[in-house]
């Protein structure tokens, strides 16, 4: 999916910038590159394409109640509130770097099983006493 953030620790900047996109004053874009306070500033707001499960779970979950162009109200998550507009889904894609990232997720997984069986513990050896001068 891609969406767009912006994101205050202001409460009431988040709802004036909320409704200034609502009303046609600005777009999302202009008012992410202005107030927005990570560096989603950078591209006007517009994250993605990532994963559903990707984003904060709170995040997510607004999004995956979204309609693509749909303005969600400011949300307060942690220390900041932020304003979230879904863009768009899109299908997901066996392209080659989700294919290479899963064959990595795979091996590894596998690798650290072969590990866990391989370990064996040696049993505590007793060590010999060493004398000392008083």
Do not use: C
């Not at 006007?44 to 969600?72: D, F, M």
Request: no cysteine; proline share 7%.
């Amino acid at each position: 999916m891609v969406y767009s953030l912006i994101r205050s620790k202001d409460p009431g900047v988040a709802q004036e910038l909320y409704f200034r996109i609502k009303e046609g004053e600005n777009t999302f874009s202009e008012l992410a590159r202005q107030y927005s306070q990570g560096s989603e500033a950078q591209t006007g707001g517009l994250l993605g394409p990532v994963e559903l499960n990707t984003p904060h779970p709170k995040i997510a979950q607004i999004l995956a109640a979204s309609r693509p162009g749909q303005l969600s109200p400011p949300t307060p998550i942690g220390d900041w509130w932020i304003i979230l507009r879904l863009e768009k889904y899109m299908s997901a894609q066996l392209d080659d770097n989700t294919r290479q990232r899963l064959l990595n997720e795979l091996f590894q997984g596998w690798l650290m099983a072969q590990v866990q069986k391989s370990v064996t513990f040696l049993p505590a050896q007793t060590l010999p006493e060493v004398a000392t001068e008083n």
